[in-house]
């Protein structure tokens, strides 16, 4: 018992260096040396932060509610011919079926205590698996870049308040690079000032959200009051309408509504990450209530403001920095500024920097931990991805979050498929973390789940190939596109159904939910393959101490 206890020592301590706060054991006490390795189950500690998850979701969203990338969505949908009237039910509808989707695969989370990257295998194969892991590394790439660069925007404005000669730099670039040497300037900036907020441990990152949930409603309440002052809502808002109708105006509004559930749909597949620290699973059933409300009061903002914008600028203002850029009044446009800028770190920390890393981290857990893979992260989304291009355009950037919806409809549908409605709530923990268990299936893949990707994103990827060069004509395809997360979602939900139903994969059923608790009160379990796992080889291997604490 000794040696186990000093093994588990080390562990607690290294979670503890990662910023998993306090962390004990709930399974202290128990002899674990004859079965199955305790770093396997880092992720079922009982970490103080994450107590009171009710709470901390309603502080989340509601912070994370003000972020530019909500109002330039909702923005955008002026900039494409929608009205107000159509804008926010459109938003209204995204937000509260992917609230529900958050709940769905957030119980999932709190209910195993398992994170995205182990909890996936029971639906994909072990290795197919690292596919869907893989696509949430890149997806977080870009979103980091996008924020940032949103947040670069927030420091030329700042700067261009105090030193307004800032707007008469020279610019050194060429025109078609979608920057100018300021710009590239303030990017850099903000790209250092942002850095050390991601190496905070996860649970100081909360106070910088409880800051963010009280001054930046303030000012997105300041700029709503002084765009109803400027432009009365009888002049301005409501005698707006929709400049497109017919067939084209359906489709833009559908291909508006995937691009509300495209801003979260990432977190809806990941969100297991964070909800597997969940003391009780009803917790974050407050999600589908908070959620939607928070999200359409922002976007309301953010529609009335850049109508204000139309009145009296003469052009479609989608992004808010733009807005802010025509103000005279240096003060107010300082700290509109500085409350963005603010927001946006909190968003990039969160909705991730932090995914990026721990998923990562199960992808090369030999070289990369949480910490290292934010810096990865930020250097590779930060720059090599130039998100200054994607923002070029209200379209170029609707086209951004239409793109990557293709895979993460899918990869939402399965997994709640399969543990919801195949498994009915029945999976076996420990066998997700066993390459030769009972979630090996087809030499690591699932051919349902490979089936169901393969009907979903093919048909969608003509019509992604036609957002980015329109050049290259697809028919009618670029209109599957337009749907692609709706399509997937449901259509690779029910395809995995049928094949999972038709042609049952019989070694992955239990009788009953085995969870790391189980695995540990009874001695005489062993995985699906009958073999050890190789887990249990904690006593002479520092490497694989390592290697399995950090999934």
């Not at 949430?136 to 924020?147: E, K, P, T, Y």
Request: aromatic share 16%; proline share 5%; with cysteine.
């Amino acid at each position: 018992m000794g040696a186990a206890a000093g093994r588990d020592d080390v562990r607690f301590s290294w979670l503890e260096q990662q910023g998993y706060g306090s962390c004990t054991s709930p399974l202290e006490n128990l002899d674990v040396s004859n079965t199955i390795s305790f770093k396997v189950w880092a992720n079922e500690f009982t970490c103080d932060p994450f107590q009171d998850l009710e709470l901390l979701e309603i502080t989340y969203w509601m912070s994370d509610a003000t972020n530019i990338g909500v109002w330039e969505l909702a923005s955008s949908m002026l900039a494409i011919g929608l009205s107000w009237r159509q804008a926010l039910p459109c938003i209204a509808a995204g937000y509260s079926i992917i609230s529900v989707v958050m709940v769905l695969n957030g119980t999932i989370g709190a209910r195993l205590h398992v994170a995205f990257p182990i909890l996936n295998r029971s639906s994909f194969g072990f290795w197919f698996s690292y596919f869907a892991v893989f696509s949430r590394v890149v997806i977080s790439l870009f979103w980091f870049g996008i924020q940032t660069y949103n947040g670069s925007q927030c420091v030329y404005q700042m700067l261009k308040a105090v030193w307004p000669s800032i707007a008469e730099m020279p610019n050194q670039l060429a025109p078609n690079a979608n920057i100018t040497s300021s710009g590239l300037l303030c990017y850099l900036l903000y790209w250092l000032i942002q850095f050390p907020f991601l190496l905070l441990p996860p649970h100081k990152v909360w106070y910088l959200f409880l800051i963010k949930g009280i001054i930046v409603p303030i000012a997105l309440l300041a700029m709503l009051i002084w765009a109803f002052v400027r432009v009365p809502p009888s002049s301005g808002l409501f005698s707006e309408h929709a400049t497109i109708v017919g067939t084209q105006f359906s489709w833009n509004w559908l291909s508006a509504l995937n691009s509300a559930l495209g801003g979260y749909a990432s977190l809806s597949v990941n969100i297991p990450d964070f909800t597997r620290f969940a003391k009780d699973e009803k917790a974050q059933y407050v999600q589908p209530l908070v959620i939607p409300v928070a999200f359409f009061l922002y976007s309301f903002a953010g529609i009335a403001v850049t109508s204000a914008g139309i009145q009296l600028y003469g052009e479609v203002l989608w992004d808010p920095l733009l807005l802010i850029d025509k103000w005279d009044n240096r003060a107010a446009a300082f700290f509109a500024s500085f409350a963005f800028a603010l927001t946006t770190i909190g968003t990039n920390i969160s909705a991730n920097s932090l995914c990026a890393g721990n998923d990562m981290t199960a992808l090369w857990p030999k070289y990369i931990n949480i910490r290292r893979g934010q810096i990865i992260c930020a250097v590779i989304g930060g720059w090599l991805l130039c998100p200054w291009k994607i923002l070029a355009s209200a379209g170029g950037f609707l086209t951004f979050m239409n793109g990557y919806t293709i895979f993460l409809g899918p990869f939402a549908g399965i997994m709640i498929t399969d543990f919801w409605l195949v498994h009915r709530g029945k999976v076996d923990v420990p066998a997700m973390y066993d390459p030769k268990g009972r979630y090996r299936y087809t030499m690591g893949f699932n051919w349902r789940a490979v089936l169901a990707m393969l009907v979903t994103v093919v048909p969608t990827f003509p019509g992604l190939v036609n957002s980015v060069d329109p050049a290259i004509t697809v028919g009618y395809a670029s209109r599957l596109f337009d749907i692609a997360w709706m399509y997937g979602f449901i259509v690779a939900s029910v395809v995995y159904y049928v094949t999972s139903v038709i042609f049952p994969a019989r070694g992955t059923f239990v009788g009953k939910l085995i969870s790391a608790d189980d695995a540990f009160a009874d001695a005489d379990y062993k995985h699906e393959s009958g073999d050890k796992p190789p887990m249990d080889n904690a006593g002479g291997n520092g490497e694989d101490v390592k290697t399995h604490v950090q999934v």
